[in-house]
């Protein structure tokens, strides 16, 4: 089988999670009007900042660019598919037995199923948070960093599919990997970008931050959203997400066949 027929295969996971998705799309609107709240809060907030602060930037944002940042790392961070519970279900009731014995690799069968409903998630999302921002501040035409974002985000949610895929992995081990998930998760609010820019954070933890992989998942699509077109720092960017996806691909597949070598030993 050629390499292009086996990626047809799994983009085939993808095309079946988006079909089966946009049958609820409902469902997924409803469900994402809880991200206008969450903007509404920080509209406010970010307002009685600026003005109280008295100057028109902060840290190079503007109030406009602060919240169309806000808008696109929001949709980023809640438009990730709940992995954590579904690979753990898997390990725990052993049907992962029955996954393993497909003519396909668990872990691309896993990503394209990822990647397929985490664009559905996505584009609802990036649609209400637009049009609650240009609601606020009138239309803008988008500029060329808007496929820019898009070709990023690709990146970003490869990076929180490996992060993720490898803590849920740790269920053939600890069985509950809830607790992991967690602290996942508030990292990805607080040094990952999503609850600020990291320019916005003092030099010590704004340097650390820099050299983790959380600020590929929502600090990077966010940042390229709202900053001017620039094809070298994007570049940039998407030069350390796929720099991450190598050493987390290979971090990830590590852990799946120790754990697949135990489950073979203890009989599931």
């Known amino acids: 089988m050629t390499a292009a027929r086996k990626m047809a295969k799994y983009a085939a996971y993808a095309h079946v ?16 009007s809880f991200l206008l709240v969450i903007l509404f809060i920080f509209f406010q907030l970010w307002s009685v900042t600026y003005e109280g602060v008295g100057q028109r930037q902060i840290e190079g944002y503007t109030f406009r660019q602060m919240i169309w940042y806000l808008a696109v790392a929001e949709s980023v961070i809640l438009a990730a598919p709940k992995l954590n519970a579904k690979i753990e279900a898997e390990v725990k009731n052993g049907d992962i037995a029955y996954q393993l ?3 396909a690799s668990y872990l691309l069968m896993h990503y394209g199923s990822y990647m397929g409903e985490a664009f559905v998630r996505v584009s609802i999302n990036v649609l209400l948070g637009s049009a609650l921002a240009t609601a606020w ?3 803008t035409a988008p500029g060329w960093n808007v496929p820019l974002c898009l070709l990023v985000m690709i990146g970003s949610f490869t990076v929180n599919f490996l992060l993720v895929m490898t803590l849920s992995l740790c269920a053939f081990w600890v069985e509950e990997t809830r607790g992991l998930d967690f602290v996942y998760n508030k990292l990805l609010f607080t040094i990952g970008g999503m609850l600020l820019p990291l320019e916005m954070f003092p030099a010590p933890l704004r340097s650390v931050s820099q050299w983790l992989p959380f600020q590929a998942i929502a600090y990077f699509p966010a940042k390229t959203a709202v900053a001017a077109a620039d094809g070298a720092e994007t570049m940039r960017m998407i030069a350390i997400q796929w720099g991450w996806v190598a050493v987390l691909a290979g971090l990830t597949t590590i852990v799946y066949r120790k754990g697949v070598r135990k489950l073979n030993v203890n009989g599931g």
């Open 137 to 139: 501040f009138g239309w």
């Open 101 to 103: 014995i497909r003519p």
């Open 17 to 32: 999670t988006v079909r089966s998705h946009l049958a609820y799309l409902l469902d997924f609107l409803i469900r994402s």
